[in-house]
């Protein structure tokens, strides 16, 4: 495969942990990034890009997302916005129209909500089930993500489905019984929904607990709509990440700085629902270790857009600009225990996101502007 050298960037933020490089170069090859440094001292390649001054920055990297779904619950996003609360139970109004959706229409879907993350930078992206909630649906959301992306996500504990609100007990024997039996296969990781109106800490657990015994790797949405226990949960069980984390204790501080569980922050939802944000600032001074995600969903946070995350993060949740970068770039990509994406060191992949600005701190001093020039990789 022939080298490519992107030249004349304008600033390269080659590592989201050190500061920008200035008037820089870099070199890719076989999907990888072979040389980063200044522009004068740039090799040869056997093809040039003249970038004209333009922001380089690793591809974002989305941590948490729900693609696979029909429908849509914009009168929903409507009353909120005149005053009504939030809760959980409207996520049962998406399960009924992905069920009655073909395969095609989910995946077409997916595919263009993909490419709408893709013209906005993102590179990397995790994409979860739970709006099937029947084990045929579950496994068959599962399948059609995997085209998408490697990090499927079995959330069959999304919400308990109304043909089982009776009896919820049969419902979680179902979820890590037959559905996580067919699920499995498409699947990397498994997610709960421990919160008021889904499942508490024990059928939480239970549901990861046999996850874990069938190989896939745990994830918790937790603390959204109230300071439950699922933020210690996630601590006990020493999950990668916990996601939401908007309702904290100190202990719950305590507890993800001592485990070293990464809080994965979704402002698009304090934004679409809200809610208190989470104060990012005072994580990380706390020595929390954090990411930043989109959770594109069509309820709670209809927004693909990392760069309008990032903005929200800066402007509401504390951070600076390149601590709001680096959440999305390497933090998401730690939450996903990867190491080769979320920077553009050499041996990294070649992940690329080319800003049409000279700075990454555009993305949150023009939010709303589209920003992104170019996605290599």
């Given at each position: 495969?022939?080298?490519?050298?992107?030249?004349?960037?304008?600033?390269?933020?080659?590592?989201?942990?050190?500061?920008?490089?200035?008037?820089?170069?870099?070199?890719?090859?076989?999907?990888?990034?072979?040389?980063?440094?200044?522009?004068?001292?740039?090799?040869?390649?056997?093809?040039?890009?003249?970038?004209?001054?333009?922001?380089?920055?690793?591809?974002?990297?989305?941590?948490?997302?729900?693609?696979?779904?029909?429908?849509?619950?914009?009168?929903?996003?409507?009353?909120?916005?005149?005053?009504?609360?939030?809760?959980?139970?409207?996520?049962?109004?998406?399960?009924?129209?992905?069920?009655?959706?073909?395969?095609?229409?989910?995946?077409?879907?997916?595919?263009?909500?993909?490419?709408?993350?893709?013209?906005?930078?993102?590179?990397?992206?995790?994409?979860?089930?739970g709006y099937g909630l029947t084990v045929h649906d579950e496994a068959r959301s599962l399948a059609l993500a995997k085209a998408f992306t490697e990090h499927t996500t079995f959330l069959g504990a999304h919400v308990v489905p109304q043909?089982?609100?009776?009896?919820?007990?049969?419902?979680?024997?179902?979820?890590?019984?037959?559905?996580?039996?067919?699920?499995?296969?498409?699947?990397?990781?498994?997610?709960?929904?421990?919160?008021?109106?889904?499942?508490?800490?024990?059928?939480?657990?239970?549901?990861?607990?046999?996850?874990?015994?069938?190989?896939?790797?745990?994830?918790?949405?937790?603390?959204?709509?109230?300071?439950?226990?699922?933020?210690?949960?996630?601590?006990?069980?020493?999950?990668?990440?916990?996601?939401?984390?908007?309702?904290?204790?100190?202990?719950?501080?305590?507890?993800?700085?001592?485990?070293?569980?990464?809080?994965?922050?979704?402002?698009?939802?304090?934004?679409?629902?809200?809610?208190?944000?989470?104060d990012a600032k005072g994580l990380l001074a706390k020595g929390v270790r954090i990411a930043i995600a989109s959770d594109c969903n069509p309820g709670s946070c209809y927004t693909s857009s990392m760069p309008f995350c990032i903005a929200?993060?800066?402007?509401?949740?504390?951070?600076?600009?390149?601590?709001?970068?680096?959440?999305?770039?390497?933090?998401?990509?730690?939450?996903?225990?990867?190491?080769?994406?979320?920077?553009?060191?050499?041996?990294?992949?070649?992940?690329?996101?080319?800003?049409?600005?000279?700075?990454?701190?555009?993305?949150?001093?023009?939010?709303?502007?589209?920003?992104?020039?170019?996605?290599?990789?």
């Amino acid at each position: 495969m022939s080298s490519v050298l992107l030249t004349n960037i304008g600033e390269l933020l080659a590592d989201p942990d050190l500061p920008p490089l200035k008037d820089a170069a870099m070199v890719l090859e076989s999907g990888r990034v072979q040389w980063v440094g200044a522009r004068v001292a740039a090799p040869q390649a056997d093809l040039s890009h003249d970038l004209a001054g333009r922001a380089v920055i690793p591809g974002f990297v989305d941590s948490h997302s729900h693609l696979v779904f029909a429908g849509e619950r914009s009168a929903e996003f409507a009353a909120r916005m005149a005053g009504e609360s939030y809760a959980a139970g409207g996520i049962r109004t998406t399960v009924a129209a992905t069920r009655a959706a073909s395969d095609e229409q989910l995946s077409a879907r997916i595919g263009s909500h993909v490419s709408e993350m893709r013209r906005q930078g993102t590179t990397t992206v995790e994409i979860k089930s739970g709006y099937g909630l029947t084990v045929h649906d579950e496994a068959r959301s599962l399948a059609l993500a995997k085209a998408f992306t490697e990090h499927t996500t079995f959330l069959g504990a999304h919400v308990v489905p109304q043909e089982y609100v009776d009896d919820p007990a049969s419902y979680v024997d179902l979820v890590t019984g037959p559905m996580l039996e067919a699920a499995a296969p498409h699947a990397k990781w498994i997610d709960a929904f421990c919160e008021v109106g889904a499942f508490n800490v024990d059928q939480a657990r239970a549901i990861l607990s046999a996850g874990a015994a069938v190989g896939l790797r745990g994830r918790l949405h937790a603390n959204q709509l109230t300071a439950g226990g699922g933020v210690q949960l996630a601590a006990e069980l020493g999950l990668i990440a916990v996601d939401h984390c908007t309702y904290l204790s100190d202990d719950d501080v305590d507890a993800l700085r001592e485990s070293g569980t990464i809080a994965t922050l979704l402002p698009g939802v304090e934004f679409s629902t809200r809610h208190p944000y989470p104060d990012a600032k005072g994580l990380l001074a706390k020595g929390v270790r954090i990411a930043i995600a989109s959770d594109c969903n069509p309820g709670s946070c209809y927004t693909s857009s990392m760069p309008f995350c990032i903005a929200l993060a800066v402007r509401e949740m504390g951070l600076t600009p390149a601590q709001a970068v680096r959440a999305a770039t390497r933090g998401g990509a730690e939450a996903l225990g990867e190491s080769e994406i979320g920077h553009l060191n050499v041996g990294a992949k070649a992940h690329v996101t080319v800003l049409d600005a000279p700075s990454y701190v555009h993305l949150a001093y023009r939010p709303g502007v589209p920003l992104v020039s170019e996605v290599i990789g």
